[in-house]
T-cell receptor, first 114, second 112 residues
Framework: NAGVTQTPKFRVLKTGQSMTLLCAQD?????MYWYRQDPGMGLRLIHY???????AKGEVPDGYNVSRLKKQNFLLGLESAAPSQTSVYFC?????????????FGDGTRLSIL | GNSVTQMEGPVTLSEEAFLTINCTYT??????LFWYVQYPGEGLQLLLK?????DKGSNKGFEATYRKETTSFHLEKGSVQVSDSAVYFC???????????FGSGTRLQVQP
């Protein structure tokens, strides 16, 4: 059971470089989310999507862009990486936002910006 | 706005000890409440949930009761095991909101 798969698992970038994090889910979920996890701050929502072709800003969207061209994939882009974006990034998905529909998380991407 | 406050860790216990991890929240609506667990190197997994006041969520020996009067959702387990060592996150989803609001997490270390 694959569930939510994130690629890559680790990456080191230099300031100013760009990259894309890929999230893929095989559960036919409508909703997908990108969070970042920083020490002492829990998880904070970056962007989310309520369906193919749609995206919306979360709590901390600045410096990131996202795309949902296919229902199963949700891409997170950093156009010009900054040291403040050093974090662990988690993707999640859910069938909908009903009270009985939990979010399923990937294993995370650890990103370091030098 | 919404917020979740958890007790700071790490919490270090001996095997078979009783566990309590405190969680309190503020919300504008009538939130659903969750506990997620994160084992080393893995993503978050839903541990238990409660969707209305006085509901009790339970799973794998863990329990938490939704207390509206004290805006709390404390996690308890009667006898912890070494395999319970992980980071525990309390979270809420407010009425009409799509995403979760997480607490900062509490690391639990259980020693044999």
């Amino acid at each position: 059971n694959a569930g939510v798969t994130q690629t890559p698992k680790f990456r080191v970038l230099k300031t100013g470089q760009s990259m894309t994090l890929l999230c893929a889910q095989d559960m036919n979920h409508e909703y997908m989310y990108w969070y970042r996890q920083d020490p002492g701050m829990g998880l904070r929502l970056i962007h989310y999507s309520v369906g193919e072709g749609t995206t919306a800003k979360g709590e901390v969207p600045d410096g990131y862009n996202v795309s949902r061209l296919k229902k199963q994939n949700f891409l997170l882009g950093l156009e010009s990486a900054a040291p403040s974006q050093t974090s662990v990034y988690f993707c999640a998905s859910s069938l909908d936002t009903g009270e009985n529909q939990p979010q399923h998380f990937g294993d995370g991407t650890r990103l370091s910006i030098l | 706005g919404n917020s979740v406050t958890q007790m700071e860790g790490p919490v270090t216990l001996s095997e078979e000890a009783f566990l309590t991890i405190n969680c309190t929240y503020t919300a504008t609506g009538y939130p659903s409440l969750f506990w997620y667990v994160q084992y080393p190197g893995e993503g978050l997994q839903l541990l238990l949930k409660a969707t209305k006041a006085d509901d009790k969520g339970s799973n794998k020996g863990f329990e938490a009761t939704y207390r509206k009067e004290t805006t709390s959702f404390h996690l308890e387990k009667g006898s912890v095991q070494v395999s319970d060592s992980a980071v525990y996150f309390c979270a809420l989803r407010d009425t009409g909101r799509r995403a979760l609001t997480f607490g900062s997490g509490t690391r639990l270390q259980v020693q044999p």
